[in-house]
């Protein structure tokens, strides 16, 4: 079963040109940078991504070469993503099933193959819940059963872990590492995750702009990392694990940049989540409504409570309604709230309001449409049936919506408005839940005067505090203090010590530039457990980042309003999320075709706000000059979101697919 992998594919800014094998019932994880080529590489032995040069071979069977591409599902290979893309209209058996089926299994072998693949997993009573119902956790669970149901002779994993929360990503990790060699099955991993790369593979390959740059066990290649993305990734396991490097700092504040994701997963690891808190649902909205559940919340009671009408009309037994037209007693009525469950004998029935109990005796209601009153209007003692109803006919039945004990919600989920209101709806009466981390704004610069003061030469409008506020509050979290200082590195660090002890996040804007003035980072200095570093994104690159001494996560982002609404973006905001404890702490990114072309930022990742345009496809122009990005607050204004365009592509020309965040729907 080995995979012998050959393969050229041209892309914007460097070929991806790359050659090894994954020994039989090995597993081989590829690190290296976003946009080095992991993707490419995965989608090729998948079949979703075509090759130009080589041979991809699988057990001696050419999967792909110059002219041939054998189409994905004829390749006995497995894909476990990030998202595990269940079917959402079958539940969690029959997904299972599905792969049981690809893998050759007729339809009743492959129901029992399932059955066995959730008793091993400990899912049976999920069995029949579907996709929407089921915890992160079991999503990937259920995806895991359904790729290697379908028996492939190699699983592709990519970013499997990445959305869900410490824990369960460790137990997801030593489940897949079980199955694998359980099942013998080959793997490749692509993850940014040292514990990922640990936990499941042999051997590590680095990439870097699509060539490989280092090949060896996992343990060869982090004792003596080639480069510093794989050197940054190896200093995020904790400090006893007994791979150990040769000394040489991560971040370090001079000319030395990071990459994106290793600040980023840092950052993420530094933070600690708020403590929870149980708030009672009557009169607890404005504490709720956003707030993320510290808790799985099933149903107390089934949804509906009763059988209740689905319309205003009258109860019937449908059996009297065979013969309409047919007169009907009208013995009372049931309004909605009224516990009143009256006998009807045969002829007879009630008035009934949407939503109130059917009598027991009842099976049907028919619409006040479809009746004429005898003598008039609605207030009659006989009532005329003018169709015949069948049993249930407009019933809402008990529990059809949900059971009593069904899951509604997990912990790490937002209270939204129809999340919250469901949970009222199933009777939760308090709810563990995280609010919103408490944030404070520190704003620096002698040059900065409030907005409408006269201006003298030197002197600009203070707009980051209304940035970052507003950026806060656009992601649910309300800036409970702004605080202008000056420029005075004692000042400064008194503020520092004052905001640090009394909130969760300080965030600052201005000041961290190598220049003499620049008085965040020196204040910063003081602190032991925050550094400066250069991250390799344009714009954004200088920041300050870490733990004060006094308790809060302190974010000194770059004074360049852009520069410092990037970096909110790509780093504030997923650490104030996982404060919260939410699940999915980033924003998902779309595709977006680029409407013109602009030049990148050669050897980073340029982060270029961007407007939208609607049509069959979603397609996105600069909101800036690209030559000029940080600084242009007034191009900014119009911006929709920020095309993500990867360190190795120079240029972007019109008709690109580049990635993309939408900031505004
Ligand atoms: N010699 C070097 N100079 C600079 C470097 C460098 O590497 N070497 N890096 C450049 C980059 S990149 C950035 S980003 C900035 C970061 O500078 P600071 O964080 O020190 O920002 P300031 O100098 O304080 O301000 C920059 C810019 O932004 C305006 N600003 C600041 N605060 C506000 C505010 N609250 N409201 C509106 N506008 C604000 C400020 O007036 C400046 O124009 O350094 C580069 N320089
Ligand atoms: O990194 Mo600075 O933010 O380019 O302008």
């Not at 404070?440 to 409008?461: K, W």
Request: aromatic letters at 4%; hydrophobic letters at 45%.
């Amino acid at each position: 079963m080995t995979l012998k992998v050959n393969l050229q594919v041209p892309r914007t800014g460097f070929d991806v040109d790359v050659e090894f094998a994954v020994p039989a019932g090995s597993t081989l994880a590829m690190m290296g940078p976003s946009g080095s080529g992991k993707s490419t590489i995965v989608h090729a032995i998948a079949g979703i991504q075509k090759i130009t040069r080589g041979r991809i071979e699988l057990s001696g069977t050419v999967l792909a070469d110059a002219k041939l591409h054998r189409p994905p599902h004829l390749r006995e290979v497995g894909l476990l993503g990030q998202d595990p893309h269940l079917f959402p209209h079958l539940d969690a058996l029959k997904n299972i099933a599905f792969g049981a089926r690809a893998g050759g299994l007729e339809k009743s072998a492959a129901t029992a193959a399932a059955s066995e693949w959730l008793a091993r997993l400990g899912l049976e009573e999920i069995a029949s819940h579907r996709p929407e119902a089921l915890s992160g956790g079991q999503r990937q669970r259920i995806a895991l059963a359904r790729a290697l149901a379908a028996k492939p002779k190699i699983l592709l994993i990519d970013e499997p872990f990445a959305s869900l929360d410490v824990e369960a990503a460790m137990d997801m990790r030593a489940l897949v590492r079980e199955e694998l060699a359980r099942t013998a099955t080959s793997a490749i991993v692509v993850s940014h995750s040292a514990a990922d790369t640990l936990a499941l593979a042999d051997d590590l390959l680095v990439l870097e702009r699509g060539q490989i740059i280092q090949q060896g066990t996992v343990a060869e290649v982090f004792a003596a990392p080639a480069n510093r993305f794989v050197r940054a990734v190896v200093a995020t396991l904790p400090a006893q694990h007994p791979i150990s490097i040769q000394e040489e700092p991560i971040m370090s504040t001079g000319n030395d940049p990071i990459e994106l994701e290793v600040h980023r997963s840092r950052l993420l690891s530094q933070v600690v989540p708020v403590a929870p808190q149980r708030i009672a649902v009557a009169g607890g909205f404005t504490a709720l409504h956003g707030a993320v559940l510290a808790q799985d919340v099933a149903s107390a009671h089934p949804l509906p409570l009763w059988d209740n009408s689905a319309m205003d009309g009258y109860a019937v037994r449908s059996a009297d309604t065979a013969t309409a037209p047919a007169a009907l007693d009208v013995i009372g009525e049931v309004p909605a709230g009224s516990g009143w469950n009256p006998m009807l004998e045969a002829g007879q029935c009630v008035k009934i309001m949407t939503g109130a109990p059917i009598p027991s005796d009842a099976d049907a209601v028919v619409r006040i449409e479809d009746t004429s009153a005898a003598v008039d209007g609605w207030d009659v003692k006989t009532v005329q049936v003018n169709v015949q109803v069948p049993a249930g006919k407009d019933i809402r039945r008990s529990g059809e919506d949900k059971n009593a004990g069904e899951p509604m919600a997990y912990a790490g989920e937002e209270l939204t408005a129809a999340r919250l209101s469901a949970l009222a709806a199933a009777g939760s009466s308090t709810l563990q839940v995280r609010t919103m981390p408490k944030v404070a704004v520190l704003i620096t610069g002698a040059e900065l005067r409030t907005p409408g003061q006269a201006l003298t030469r030197g002197q600009i409008p203070e707009t980051n505090s209304l940035l970052m506020a507003g950026l806060l509050a656009e992601s649910g979290i309300q800036a409970t203090t702004v605080v202008h200082c000056v420029d005075d590195i004692e000042a400064v660090h008194e503020q520092l010590v004052i905001l640090g002890a009394t909130h969760d996040a300080v965030l600052s804007t201005g000041g961290v530039g190598p220049g003499a003035y620049d008085v965040m980072r020196q204040a910063l200095e003081a602190e032991p457990q925050v550094q400066a570093v250069r991250v390799k994104i344009r714009p954004g690159q200088p920041q300050c980042a870490g733990r004060l001494a006094a308790g809060a996560m302190v974010f000194a982002l770059p004074g360049n309003p852009v520069s410092a609404a990037v970096s909110f973006e790509l780093f504030v905001r997923p650490c104030l999320r996982a404060m919260q404890g939410h699940r999915d702490v980033l924003r998902p990114t779309l595709r977006a075709v680029a409407a013109v072309g602009w030049r990148a930022a050669a050897g980073r990742v340029q982060v270029i706000p961007v407007v939208f345009e609607h049509g069959e496809q979603l397609r996105c122009a600069p909101a800036v000059q690209a030559q000029s990005i940080s600084h242009s607050v007034g191009g900014f204004g119009a911006a929709q979101g920020y095309a993500l365009v990867p360190a190795g592509i120079t240029q972007v020309n019109p008709g690109d697919e580049v990635e993309v965040l939408r900031m505004v729907p």
